[in-house]
């Protein structure tokens, strides 16, 4: 099939529209952050961390776009806290070409971010700034650099050459190099309280009804982006099926390889994010939680029994187990067989309970 570059370019053009957008929740950050700048400077390197979808990404891009901008006001009044959205610099972000600006980032989703890659990162910041007074690499994400690309980075953090600026988005703070943490200066984000979420959600989706938005905001564990990506790729029929294959994996009336071929046909890391979940809500009404408490309320009577049989320490592991391999999966640390991996853990999903 033929690639359509206009096509390519309008979709650009979407994404960069996308992270210019404003994100009410994290505008107390982003004035903070400015007034720093305005002030004592922002440092050479930043750790951006935070649950996925809370819009670190947005943030980053938009902080490139404000340190590049040529706007002669931008360090001479501290009342300029975002880009002039008039100056060349601004306008070739605004087209993506900006010679200034560097993004280092995974090839394909779940893969590493190899040596090659920083190495090219660095070359970058050997030469002077061709349009703006600095330059501005982002990495995303951190925790998929491998121990080359890693060791490669460094340097550059310990030895910055001229004004420039490393951005470094996280999602697991446990993932990132212990030697890259104390070399940058940590910028959290939080997710917003539920109110704010779900009225940002509701203009951004107005057919889905106040449960599914409600039932998205908690599979997204909190992160109003990710909710959004999460309705519009029509996963809320994916939740559906899987409470339905667990009903009937866990109640002994499916067999191990048909479980295992429906969830195959799914994104893996999808898969281990909603057992996840599913696993903290049993844990939760084992210890008496409501059912507004937990991420699926209308499923709650069913949770409530698997609580009552659940043997804490093996779910606990279990839980654990998720989670590392959801971090390895978001790295590209692990070349899983995802149909092995699947049988692997619906047998252990047997094992946590009583009368499994």
């Not at 995303?140 to 080359?148: D, G, H």
């Not at 084992?286 to 069913?302: D, L, N, T």
């Amino acid at each position: 099939m033929a690639i359509d570059e206009d096509q390519l370019a309008q979709q650009g053009r979407d994404t960069r529209q996308r992270l210019l957008q404003d994100i009410p929740w994290n505008r107390d950050l982003w004035h903070d952050l400015i007034e720093r700048y305005h002030g004592a400077g922002l440092p050479h390197a930043s750790l951006l961390l935070g649950n996925e979808g809370v819009g670190k990404r947005s943030f980053a891009f938009r902080l490139a776009k404000f340190l590049l901008c040529q706007s002669a006001d931008k360090k001479q009044q501290v009342s300029v806290t975002t880009p002039c959205d008039r100056c060349h610099s601004c306008q070739l972000m605004d087209a993506g070409s900006h010679p200034d600006y560097f993004i280092c980032d995974q090839e394909a989703k779940g893969k590493q971010i190899k040596v090659d890659a920083v190495r090219q990162l660095n070359e970058f910041f050997s030469k002077t700034p061709q349009i703006s007074s600095c330059q501005v690499v982002q990495i995303y994400p951190i925790e998929a650099l491998n121990i080359n690309a890693s060791n490669a980075l460094l340097k550059t953090l310990e030895e910055p050459s001229g004004e420039s600026y490393l951005l470094l988005i996280a999602e697991r703070l446990g993932s990132v190099l212990p030697t890259i943490r104390s070399r940058t200066q940590r910028i959290s984000f939080h997710p917003p309280n539920s109110q704010t979420a779900l009225a940002w959600l509701a203009q951004r989706i107005e057919n889905a009804s106040p449960e599914d938005l409600s039932l998205a905001l908690k599979q997204c564990s909190g992160g109003p982006l990710k909710a959004e990506a999460w309705l519009r790729q029509g996963l809320l029929p994916q939740d559906g099926v899987y409470v339905g294959l667990m009903q009937k994996w866990l109640a002994g009336q499916q067999q191990l390889q048909d479980v295992s071929k429906v969830l195959s046909k799914y994104e893996l890391l999808d898969t281990i994010n909603w057992w996840s979940g599913l696993s903290l809500d049993i844990i939760k009404m084992s210890m008496g939680a409501s059912a507004q408490q937990i991420s699926r309320p209308s499923q709650a009577q069913w949770i409530e029994q698997l609580a009552a049989s659940a043997i804490k320490v093996k779910l606990l592991t279990l839980q654990k187990k998720l989670q590392e391999i959801a971090g390895q999966v978001v790295a590209g640390q692990g070349s899983f067989n995802s149909s092995l991996l699947l049988e692997t853990l619906l047998l252990d999903w047997q094992q946590s309970f009583s009368s499994m």
